[in-house]
């Protein structure tokens, strides 16, 4: 056992109770913080295995940007509040749908905590330097990188089609 392994299952079961926050939060506003806690807690997470780097992105590029978006739509479109056990329409399917899901990736963090063997810190974080993402995302992944623009994008328009003033 590692030193790290306690720091990291804490961090986990922080990461856990921010998303069922998330989930079960009622309010827009508050299920959007919840949802910073659990970028701040990866990011943290990111700092224990090494890799500051990928910490900074991930509180700048998602903690920062993507939540200013979220908020921004929030407040923009006004979402209220549902009242309890008030379902929206046609979405009577997706809470069996998470759930399931939610087993699935459940089995799939114990196999990988308990049965697969972790590769050690050194080599599954050796490649977490600015240049070494950088010339991984300019060469061999460069399409898919521009098709996430392109979709980034293309939900940008949408975002504005859904909300203008007809």
Not at 33 to 60: E, H, R
Not at 91 to 116: D, H, K, M, N
Request: proline share 7%; net charge neutral; charged share 5%.
């Amino acid at each position: 056992m590692t030193p790290d392994l306690p720091i990291l299952i804490v961090l986990g079961a922080v990461s856990i109770a921010s998303a069922l926050g998330l989930l079960l939060s009622r309010n827009a506003i508050y299920a959007a913080l919840f949802l910073v806690l659990n970028f701040g807690v990866g990011a943290v997470i990111y700092l224990v295995l090494n890799a500051p780097f990928i910490a900074v992105v991930q509180v700048s590029v998602y903690a920062g940007a993507i939540m200013v978006l979220f908020l921004f739509v929030i407040m923009l479109l006004g979402a209220e509040r549902l009242s309890p056990g008030e379902n929206p329409p046609g979405i009577s399917f997706q809470r069996p749908l998470a759930i399931a899901l939610g087993g699935v990736l459940l089995g799939l963090a114990l196999y990988a905590l308990f049965v697969r063997q972790p590769p050690t810190t050194a080599t599954a974080l050796a490649d977490s330097s600015p240049t070494a993402i950088g010339l991984s995302l300019f060469g061999p992944y460069l399409f898919p990188f521009e098709v996430v623009s392109i979709l980034l994008l293309v939900a940008m328009v949408g975002a504005v089609v859904l909300t203008r003033n007809r």
